[in-house]
């Protein structure tokens, strides 16, 4: 399900859009990374809650006022991102990643491939026999409302629905 669109090198950011179904929800929200032989990382469909449902934010001396809910429900779409052939992985909470300058990346989705990355280049520096194995791999990375699951394939993944059990 997941499509690749061409490559375009516009300074730091490399255009090779992985357009999925993710991108048509408001938010996603980390249900669960499984890994056994494969990594899968089970995403749940986040939603932004009533307009008249509002709450003041209060974040040290500063308050955002009329802050809504992003939030979870019955209605909420889980979809599994699979990774088939993966070399190293990590999950990062979400408010600890910054904006890196030496990264090449596709910035637009919630799936994204990076062309380099320093997480790249230490696995390729402390894992490299990896490419004689199995040949070259990216950095693919999963944005989540509260984590940043980051992956180094050899594959490029896919992303379908996960039937709740």
Same mark, same amino acid.
Request: hydrophobic share 40%; with cysteine.
């Given at each position: ?46 939603? !932004?809650?009533? @307009?008249?449902? $509002? ?10 006022? +009329? #802050? ?22 990590? !999950?990062?909470? @979400?408010?600890? $990643? ?10 637009? +989705? #919630? ?55």
């Amino acid at each position: 399900m997941s499509i690749l669109r061409g490559t375009i090198l516009c300074n730091k950011i490399v255009r090779c859009q992985l357009r999925t179904v993710l991108d048509d929800a408001k938010t996603w929200f980390l249900h669960a990374v499984v890994y056994q032989d494969k990594l899968r990382v089970i995403l749940t469909e986040g939603f !932004v809650g009533n @307009e008249n449902e $509002t709450e003041d934010l209060c974040i040290g001396d500063h308050t955002i006022k +009329g #802050v809504r809910l992003i939030d979870i429900s019955d209605e909420s779409r889980l979809f599994v991102v699979r990774f088939p052939e993966i070399v190293a992985w990590q !999950v990062v909470d @979400e408010s600890f $990643t910054s904006f890196d300058e030496y990264e090449q990346r596709d910035d637009n +989705g #919630v799936l994204q491939s990076l062309v380099r990355s320093k997480y790249l280049d230490y696995v390729k520096s402390n894992h490299g026999w990896f490419e004689d194995a199995i040949g070259p791999a990216k950095h693919y990375r999963v944005w989540t409302e509260n984590e940043v699951v980051d992956v180094i394939a050899c594959e490029p993944p896919t992303v379908e629905p996960w039937v709740r059990t």
